[in-house]
Nanobody
Framework: QVQLVESGGGSVQAGGSLRLSCVLSGYTLSRYCAGWFRQTPGKEREGVASFNVGGPNTYYAESVKGRFTVSQDNAANTLYLQMNNLKPEDTGMYYC????????????????????WGQGTQVSVSS
């Protein structure tokens, strides 16, 4: 059974940093797309960043480029989202997601691309 469990959320002031983690269990594919999304009440879930595990290409939303970085620890089956210089508009529930195969520039930010999701971790940034 595939499970994705996020952690690392919290409350910070603007300009601060957080690192989110996502532990994948039961996911046996060596080649897959891993993504981070966020959602605020009343809004659609939006793609923040994504990368192809076992392959090329990393994607970021324009709003987070230069501030957020995705990475992975293969040995620990863990994905990370390092978030620096946080802004109040970064506030939201953050989810990690996984999809078989690789993502592309036209697909990485679509929620329909991913078939496995975590439960989310809350990030709150105050001004």
């Amino acid at each position: 059974q595939v499970q994705l469990v996020e952690s690392g959320g919290g409350s910070v002031q603007a300009g601060g940093s957080l690192r989110l983690s996502c532990v994948l269990s039961g996911y046996t594919l060596s080649r897959y797309c891993a993504g981070w999304f966020r959602q605020t009440p009343g809004k659609e879930r939006e793609g923040v960043a994504s990368f192809n595990v076992g392959g090329p290409n990393t994607y970021y939303a324009e709003s987070v480029k230069g501030r957020f970085t995705v990475s992975q620890d293969n040995a620990a089956n863990t994905l990370y989202l390092q978030m620096n210089n946080l802004k109040p508009e970064d506030t939201g529930m953050y989810y990690c997601a996984a999809a078989p195969g690789w993502c592309y520039s036209s697909t990485w930010s679509r929620t329909s691309t991913y078939n496995k999701w975590g439960q989310g971790t809350q990030v709150s940034v105050s001004s």
